[in-house]
């Protein structure tokens, strides 16, 4: 009899996928112009992403003669990638010393992955805020790794739970977190806060992971320094990407760690995907070297500041103090909370059927069953008329619970 491994059987789809499973299935029996508002995925704009200068970019590439983009690469990546964006992470950030080295990998969630494997063994304990990303909880269950949640707060990862958490569970091999923007919440951790967990990594003995893939989306006030750029002693990896900025569908992120750790990961790498796709490093490294990628990241903050405002304004018209929220200072979500009368579950399948889908947040728990009051609204992709027609079907979504 053919059996799944321990380490799958377990593993079931994230809730993200059975909601566009869902919506699809609820497209098929609504007209053209009455689509569902699908305000649950985490995609960038269609219109953030520079079509015309890829198209350019990769016939340029091509025409260059097929054996450098088609053939096999370094698993550490393309070079002059690698040489790029460690002196403009550097220099724009202070991420990276000259201990430090990067790997290009196939996404941000390969990065996660890759230290989840390399890092610890089936059964060790790894902690991470709860919420958080679901990819991160799938990477971490997939090697049966011991997940420890501590709670949010609306200014970064509860630190007293974390520390009464590190005193209580002596084998954490590391701690997960996403300090700009976080995903679901879009909460932002504080100066004060990221010191203080840097500190206690350090006291503990316990690595840092920092996921850091929506840096480069602030709308309002001044960047917060990383984790990254604090790290005297090699304990943070740090993990970036370029799927919300450039393109997705190119599977470009990277991993920024001590170069001691490099031998390891590359050789964890070689046996998932060999390398990341040639061509795709290439048209980023293009895309950064020789057209304005400053102004590209200007210009795509401007497009999301505008959808941002649109949607708290219909959130403000059409459900008003029905529902709680922070205004988010960057990033692609607003995390909504509903009165305690309100199953979230329900309030998401009475969407569903009037045509506004959410994400209900219990998805992004440790605990994927557990019961939450939130839900999250993309507000990225959506066009603008799209977020304004979501907005009013939430309100009267809310009105069939009063």
């Known amino acids: 009899m053919i059996q799944f491994a321990k380490r799958v059987d377990k593993l079931k789809p994230a809730s993200v996928y059975e909601i566009i499973k869902r919506a699809d299935e609820a497209d098929l029996t609504r007209a053209e112009g009455d689509k569902v508002v699908r305000l649950f995925v985490g995609n960038p704009g269609p219109e953030t992403m520079p079509y015309a200068d890829i198209a350019k970019i990769s016939e340029g590439i091509l025409s260059r003669g097929p054996v450098p983009s088609l053939t096999y690469g370094p698993t550490e990546g393309y070079p002059p990638l690698r040489a790029h964006l460690k002196k403009y992470l550097a220099d724009k950030f202070n991420i990276g010393t000259d201990d430090d080295e990067i790997i290009i990998t196939s996404g941000a969630t390969q990065a996660i992955e890759l230290v989840a494997r390399a890092f610890s063994d089936e059964g060790d304990k790894v902690i991470t805020e709860n919420p958080t990303f679901v990819g991160t909880l799938g990477s971490f269950n997939c090697y049966g790794k011991e997940i420890v949640g501590v709670d949010m ?145 200007l210009d795509i903050r401007d497009i999301y500041r505008e959808k941002l405002a649109v949607t708290l304004k219909g959130l403000k018209e059409h459900l008003g103090d029905k529902i709680e929220y922070i205004v988010p200072d960057g990033g692609l979500y607003v995390y909504c909370k509903l009165p305690e009368h309100i199953d979230t579950m329900e309030f998401y399948q009475k969407g569903l059927e009037m045509g506004a889908v959410i994400v209900y947040a219990s998805s992004f728990y440790v605990n994927q069953d557990a019961k939450s009051p939130y839900f999250r609204i993309n507000f990225s992709a959506p066009s603008l008329k799209d977020l304004e027609r979501g907005m009013k079907i939430l309100g009267e979504v809310m009105k069939l619970f009063e």
């Open 153 to 297: 707060e609306t200014d970064g990862m509860d630190l007293d739970k974390l520390e009464k958490a590190l005193a209580k569970h002596k084998d954490v091999k590391f701690i997960y977190v996403i300090p700009n923007f976080h995903n679901p919440t879009s909460w932002t951790m504080t100066l004060e806060k990221r010191k203080r967990l840097y500190e206690l990594a350090l006291k503990h003995g316990v690595a840092l992971l920092e996921d850091d893939a929506y840096r480069d989306l602030r709308y309002t006030g001044d960047d917060i320094p990383t984790l990254k750029s604090m790290d005297t002693h090699g304990i943070v990896f740090y993990t970036g990407s370029f799927s919300k900025v450039i393109s997705p569908g190119l599977r470009v992120g990277y991993i920024v760690m001590n170069k001691k750790f490099v031998d390891k990961l590359s050789a964890a790498k070689q046996v998932t995907d060999v390398h990341t796709t040639t061509l795709s490093q290439m048209i980023v490294h293009e895309f950064m070297t020789n057209y304005d990628y400053d102004q590209h990241i």
